[in-house]
């Protein structure tokens, strides 16, 4: 099993420039999250899916779209890139929501936004 | 709101010196605890973990009780080695109506010198 993978690993934009991030995962989770991660502020959660064709916000949506066409793809979309989105996105994925599990994290994908 | 408070880094010390991260919480319900690391250009990985009051996690030579009585879930090692140096997160897990979401703290880093 490969677990998470994400694509690409690293990504310079322009502003105003659009790009999406992939996420795949192969062990049959029902779901799967986006976080950004910035300096000093920890993991935030961005989008999150509960099963194939489900989307939900988090905790900073703004800029950003999500769409789970497939139940082990999870793609995050900026339509309009700031600095601001200047960032290391990571994804992850679990099997269900009890609280004894855990979140899976694919190694991110560093996005500099000039 | 759910929140994880951990000290500040970055924290400096010599190859066998005794760890301890601290990390608080506040949380709504009965949260499950997590310590992940995250090593330089990689993604996190779960540490250890903690369900309920008094359970103790355990891994790789790390320890953290989950302490009911004063909301904590700290982080010790009694021999830190260079290999260990890394970024150190404490979070935690709630179920909500439709997903369970991670609060993660800001991290801290950890220096180990020969």
């Known amino acids: 099993n490969a677990g998470v993978t994400q694509t690409p690993k690293f990504r310079v934009l322009k502003t105003g420039q659009s790009m999406t991030l992939l996420c795949a995962q192969d062990?049959?989770?029902?779901?799967m999250y986006w976080y950004r991660q910035d300096p000093g502020m920890g993991l935030r959660l961005i989008h999150y899916?509960?099963?194939?064709?489900?989307?939900a916000k988090g905790e900073v949506p703004d800029g950003y779209n999500v769409s789970r066409l497939k139940k082990q793809n999870f793609l995050l979309g900026l339509e309009s890139a700031a600095p601001s989105q200047t960032s290391v996105y990571f994804c992850?994925?679990?099997?269900?929501?009890?609280?004894?599990?855990?979140?899976?994290f694919g190694p991110g994908t560093r996005l500099l936004v000039l | 709101g759910n929140s994880v408070t951990q000290m500040e880094g970055p924290v400096t010390l010599s190859e066998e010196a005794f760890l301890t991260i601290n990390c608080t919480y506040t949380a709504t319900g009965y949260p499950s605890l997590f310590w992940y690391v995250q090593y330089p250009g990689e993604g996190l990985q779960l540490l250890l973990k903690?369900?309920?009051?008094?359970d103790k996690g355990s891994n790789k030579g790390f320890e953290a009780t989950y302490r009911k009585e004063t909301t904590s879930f700290h982080l010790e090692k009694g021999s830190v080695q260079v290999s260990d140096s890394a970024v150190y997160f404490c979070?935690?897990?709630?179920?909500?109506?439709?997903?369970?979401?991670?609060?993660f703290g800001t991290g801290t880093r950890l220096q180990v010198t020969l």
């Open positions: 899916s509960v099963g194939e064709g489900t989307t």
């Open positions: 903690a369900t309920k009051a008094d």
């Open positions: 979070a935690l897990l709630i179920n909500t109506g439709t997903a369970s979401k991670l609060t």
């Open positions: 992850a994925s679990s099997p269900h929501r009890d609280a004894q599990e855990t979140q899976y």
């Open positions: 062990m049959n989770h029902e779901y």
